[in-house]
């Protein structure tokens, strides 16, 4: 596609419950990364995706967090479990090479705004 | 730890006055700095990159410089305009390959 997709843009859910968002990045790009933005506050790192491998999932707060790529295309962050302190919004971006080699930059999604009640 | 840090205070200035952000640096020696710019509900979006060996990077109205000895990169806005009120994100590479981003600095441009 022309940008970067995410889906939902808006989701909210109980306390409790799992969620998927989804993030479809620009077309033929290699590199994807997951970052969560809580209100007023800068980007968080959560995991990055080189084709289909993670090399840095360190970001991820707690093993109720995961994030599968497939095909080297879609990627899908999974919460299980929502806690209120996950609220926040969930942003995809997408880079045609890894950062580290070529000084690539980001080309962001509009992120998905998670709200846990 | 690798660390960036912006100062997390509203920049509020005058419609035709020069805004100047910074960001600072520390316990690493990124190869390049990034800054973005962030409207509210949307994603950032790139605004310019200066490596290492560059002092000074320039792209219409916008400058960027970076000072290794500092470990400081100045981003500013000349002759700025109502229009350029936004967030703006500083950012750079950490060691494994992600980009590492500030907390980012709110501007307002009043008329």
């Known amino acids: 596609g022309a940008g970067v997709s995410q889906s939902p843009s808006n989701k909210v859910t109980e306390k409790g419950k799992d969620v998927e968002l989804r993030c479809d990045p620009i077309s033929g790009h290699t590199a994807l990364y997951w970052y969560r933005q809580s209100l007023g506050q800068g980007l968080e790192f959560l995991i990055y995706f080189q084709g289909n491998s993670a090399p840095d999932k360190s970001g991820l707060p707690s093993d109720r967090f995961s994030a599968e790529r497939t095909g080297g295309s879609v990627s899908t962050l999974t919460i299980q479990r929502t806690q209120q302190e996950d609220s926040a919004v969930y942003l995809c971006a997408s880079s045609s090479d890894s950062l580290f080699a070529t000084n690539e930059k980001l080309f962001f999604g509009s992120g998905t705004q998670l709200s846990v009640l | 730890s690798q660390k960036i840090e912006q100062n997390s205070e509203a920049l509020n200035i005058q419609e035709g006055k020069t805004a100047t952000l910074t960001c600072n640096y520390t316990n690493y020696s990124p190869a390049y700095l990034q800054w973005y710019r962030q409207d509210p509900g949307r994603g950032p979006v790139f605004l310019l990159l200066?490596?290492?060996?560059?002092k000074e990077k320039r792209k219409e109205r916008l400058k960027v410089t970076f000072d290794t000895t500092l470990k400081q990169s100045l981003f500013h806005i000349t002759a700025s305009q109502p229009a350029d009120s936004a967030t703006y994100l500083c950012a750079s590479p950490g060691n494994t390959g992600k980009l590492i981003f500030g907390q980012g600095t709110t501007l307002q441009v009043k008329p």
């Open positions: 200066i490596r290492e060996n560059e």
